[in-house]
C-alpha cells in the first residue's frame, strides 16, 4: 500500500488497456480502509486526448506499475528519456494559444460604396472627411488582421514541430494517424496564414494610397469657387454710364468670369487626380480581394477536413472555424463584387471629368479672345471718342478747373520759393553768401518737388474725368518708384545727404571744411554734391551720399598754435615774458587786432624733445584768419628771441670722449 501511494501521483506515466498517458489529477471517490476507488484523469500519449481511469488502490495496483515501469518498450522509454510530460504540456500550451489566436479576430470593415463627387446637394468637404475616417478604420482594421494571420502562422508553424515530435514517439498506427493528421493541418495553417498576412500588405498599399489621395482632394477645397455669394461686377450697366465706362465695367466682367472659370477648372483637375489615385487603388486591390476568397475558401476547406477528426475535442474545436469561414467567403466574394463595381463606376467618372476640364479650357479660351478684343487699344480709341462727344461740356469744363488749379498750385509753390530766397537776400547783388546759396538751393528743391506732385495729381484727375481707373495706374507707379529706388539707391542717398547739409547748414560756401580724405575751401553746394578747393587749387567734387563726417575749420570761431622749440639752457620764465609781450603787440597792432578775438598767450612747455624744449603759444581768432595770424606770430618770434639771445637749436647730438690709459688697455 505505501508503495501505491507513493508511485500513483500527479505527472506519473501508466498502461491502461493498451494506451499509455500521463496522470494530470487524481479523485479519491470512496475513501475508507482497504480498497478504495480511485479515480485518475490522464493525457494519452498517443492520442493526447484526455480521459478518466477508474483504479483500485490495491497491492496488484503496485506490481502492475512496477511492472509497467521495469518493461517499458524502447521507445515509450526515449520518449521518458526526452521528457514526455513536458513534450504533452508544450502541446496543451501550444494548442492552447493556437485556437486563442483564432477566436480573437478583428472586425472586418467594408469601403462601402464608391466616393460621391458630383451630388450638388452635399458637402464635398463633409464627404471627403467621412472618407478619410473610413479609410483610417479600414488601414488600422486591415494591420490588425495581418497582426492576427502573423500570430495564427506562428502558434500553427510551432504546432506543426510539435505534433511532428508526437508523431514520432508513437507505435499504434491508428494514433500516429491521428497526429500526422493534426501535423498535417497545421502544416496548412501556417501556409495559410502567410499568404493571408502578404495579402493584407497589398491591401495596406491600396488603402494608403486612395488616403492621401482624398487628403490632397481635400486640401484643393479650401480654394475659393465663385458662387452667387463673390463680389463681381455688376450684371447690369449704371443709369448714364459712358461707353468708356460701359467698356471697364465689360472688361472686368470678364476677368472676374475668367476667373471662375480658372478655379472651376483647378479644381476638375483636382478631381481628377482624385480618381485617377482611387482607380489606381482599385486596380491595385481587386486581385487581392479575388485572393482573399480563395484563401478564405481555402480557410473552409482546412476547417471542414478537421470535422472527420476521430478526435471529438479536435473536431469540436473546427466546427465554429469551418461555419465562420464560410460566411467569410461569402462576405468577401461580395466585396470583391464590389469592387468591380466601383472600378467601372470609377472610370466613367474619370471620363466626365476629363470632359469637364476640356469644356473649361474651351471657355478659358474664348473668354480670352473676347477680352483680348475688348482691350485693343482701338476699342478704347473708339469708346474714348464717343465718351468725349456725349460727354464733352462737362469734361471740358473739369479739364478746364483742373488746369487751372494745377497752375494756380504751380504759382503758389514758385512764390513761396522765392519769398524764401527773398528773405535771406542782401544788398550785395554781385555776392551769393552761404545763406543765399542754401536758400536757392532748397527753394528749387521745394520747386521741383511740388511740381512734380502738381502735374501726377493733376494727371490723375483728367483719368478720372475721362473714366480711366487709377488704380492700376498707382499700383504701377508705386512698382516703378520701387524699382527706381533700388537702382538708383546712390542717387537717391545723394539727394537725402545733400538736402540735409542745406538744411543743417553742416557748411557753407567759403568754409575750410575736411570731409573723409579731401580738405579744401568749399566752393559749391548742391542737392547731388559738394565741390572743394584744395590748397594746391585741386578741384574735388565729393557725392553728398558719401559723407560721414565733416571737419568744419572756420564755422563761428577758429584757434591757432604756435609751437617753437629754445634751447634746454634757455630760461623758461624769459620765454614766457617774451611769448606775451609778442602776444600784447599784435592784439594792439590795429591791422591784425579785427582777426583776432583775444591776445595770444603763452600755454606752456609741450614737449621736452632731443634737441629742444618745445613751449605754445595761442589766441582764438575770427573764422579762417588762424593760418595767417599764425605765420605772423612765427616771425615775430623768431625776431624777439634773437634781439634776446635765445637759441632756437636746429636738431644735434652731444658726444662725449673718455680717455683710456695703457694700463687699462686690453691685453692682446
Not at 29 to 47: H, M
Request: some cysteine.
Amino acid at each position: 500500500m505505501a508503495i501505491v501511494a507513493t508511485k500513483l501521483n500527479k505527472g506519473q506515466w501508466i498502461r491502461h488497456d493498451g494506451d499509455i498517458g500521463v496522470v494530470l489529477g487524481i479523485e479519491h471517490r470512496t475513501p475508507g480502509k482497504g480498497n478504495a476507488l480511485i479515480a485518475a484523469t490522464i493525457r494519452s500519449f498517443n492520442s493526447g486526448n484526455k480521459k478518466t481511469i477508474p483504479f483500485w488502490k490495491s497491492n496488484f495496483l503496485a506490481v502492475n506499475l512496477l511492472i509497467f515501469l521495469a518493461l517499458l518498450t524502447p521507445g515509450v522509454a526515449r520518449a521518458q528519456a526526452t521528457s514526455p510530460l513536458d513534450l504533452v504540456q508544450r502541446i496543451e500550451a501550444g494548442e492552447q494559444a493556437w485556437f486563442g489566436a483564432m477566436a480573437t479576430e478583428p472586425p472586418l470593415i467594408s469601403l462601402g460604396a464608391p466616393l460621391d463627387l458630383g451630388s450638388g446637394d452635399v458637402d464635398l468637404t463633409s464627404v471627403l472627411r467621412d472618407r478619410l475616417r473610413l479609410l483610417n478604420r479600414k488601414v488600422f482594421s486591415n494591420r490588425q488582421w495581418r497582426k492576427h494571420w502573423v500570430d495564427q502562422g506562428r502558434a500553427a508553424n510551432k504546432m506543426e514541430s510539435l505534433y511532428g515530435e508526437l508523431a514520432k514517439t508513437i507505435a499504434e498506427e491508428n494514433a500516429r494517424q491521428v497526429v500526422t493528421a493534426k501535423q498535417a493541418c497545421a502544416r496548412d495553417w501556417t501556409a495559410l496564414a502567410e499568404a493571408k498576412a502578404s495579402n493584407q500588405d497589398i491591401f495596406l498599399t491600396s488603402f494608403e494610397m486612395e488616403h492621401d489621395s482624398v487628403e490632397e482632394r481635400l486640401e484643393g477645397t479650401q480654394v475659393s469657387v465663385a458662387g452667387p455669394d463673390r463680389d463681381a461686377p455688376p450684371t447690369a450697366q449704371a443709369v448714364g454710364a459712358t461707353p468708356f465706362e460701359e467698356r471697364a465695367v465689360h472688361i472686368a466682367r470678364l476677368q472676374s468670369r475668367q476667373t471662375l472659370q480658372s478655379e472651376r477648372r483647378a479644381l476638375a483637375v483636382l478631381e481628377l487626380g482624385l480618381l485617377k489615385q482611387h482607380l489606381k487603388s482599385s486596380a491595385t486591390v481587386q486581385p487581392a480581394l479575388k485572393r482573399d476568397v480563395e484563401l478564405a475558401r481555402e480557410e473552409h476547406r482546412i476547417a471542414k477536413a478537421q470535422l472527420l477528426s476521430p478526435d471529438p475535442d479536435w473536431s469540436a474545436r473546427w466546427l465554429s472555424r469551418a461555419t465562420s469561414a464560410a460566411a467569410k467567403a461569402d462576405k468577401l466574394k461580395e466585396e470583391s463584387d464590389l469592387s468591380g463595381v466601383r472600378r467601372n463606376s470609377l472610370e466613367f467618372d474619370i471620363d466626365l471629368a476629363e470632359s469637364q476640364i476640356a469644356y473649361r479650357d474651351q471657355r478659358l479660351s474664348e473668354i480670352d479672345k473676347e477680352t483680348q478684343e475688348a482691350e485693343a487699344l482701338g476699342g478704347w480709341l473708339n469708346a474714348l471718342l464717343i465718351t468725349a462727344r456725349q460727354q464733352a461740356p462737362r469734361m471740358i469744363g473739369l479739364l478746364f478747373m483742373i488746369l487751372l488749379g494745377g497752375w494756380l498750385a504751380i504759382r503758389i509753390v514758385g512764390l513761396a520759393a522765392r519769398t524764401v530766397v527773398k528773405l535771406v537776400a542782401d544788398d550785395d547783388p554781385d555776392h551769393v553768401s552761404a545763406a543765399e546759396q542754401r536758400a536757392n538751393t532748397i527753394a528749387a528743391v521745394f520747386k521741383g518737388i511740388g511740381k512734380i506732385i502738381v502735374y501726377g495729381v493733376g494727371v490723375l484727375l483728367v483719368c478720372d474725368v475721362v473714366g480711366v481707373n487709377t488704380g492700376p495706374i498707382l499700383g504701377s507707379v508705386a512698382i516703378l518708384g520701387l524699382a527706381l529706388s533700388f537702382g538708383s539707391q546712390n542717387l537717391v542717398r545723394d539727394f537725402v545727404n545733400g538736402f540735409f547739409v542745406l538744411v543743417e547748414n553742416q557748411y557753407a560756401v567759403g568754409d575750410w571744411v575736411k570731409i573723409g580724405d579731401h580738405e579744401g575751401d568749399v566752393e559749391q553746394i548742391n542737392i547731388r554734391s559738394t565741390r572743394l578747393r584744395s590748397g594746391t587749387g585741386v578741384l574735388q567734387i565729393i557725392p553728398n551720399g558719401t559723407i560721414t563726417t565733416v571737419e568744419n575749420m572756420t564755422r563761428d570761431w577758429s584757434k591757432f598754435r604756435c609751437h617753437v622749440g629754445v634751447s634746454y639752457d634757455t630760461d623758461i620764465d624769459l620765454v614766457e615774458r617774451i611769448c606775451n609781450e609778442v602776444g600784447a603787440e599784435m592784439y594792439a597792432d590795429p591791422d591784425l587786432k579785427d582777426s583776432l578775438a583775444e591776445a595770444p598767450t603763452f600755454v606752456g612747455v609741450t614737449q621736452l624733445a632731443d634737441s629742444a624744449v618745445v613751449v605754445r603759444s595761442q589766441a582764438k581768432t575770427k573764422p579762417g584768419a588762424q593760418w595767417g595770424l599764425e605765420r605772423e606770430m612765427n616771425r615775430r618770434l623768431k625776431k624777439a628771441f634773437e634781439e634776446a639771445g635765445i637759441e632756437i637749436p636746429f636738431p644735434q647730438q652731444v658726444v662725449w670722449h673718455r680717455n683710456i690709459s695703457e694700463t687699462e688697455s686690453p691685453t692682446r
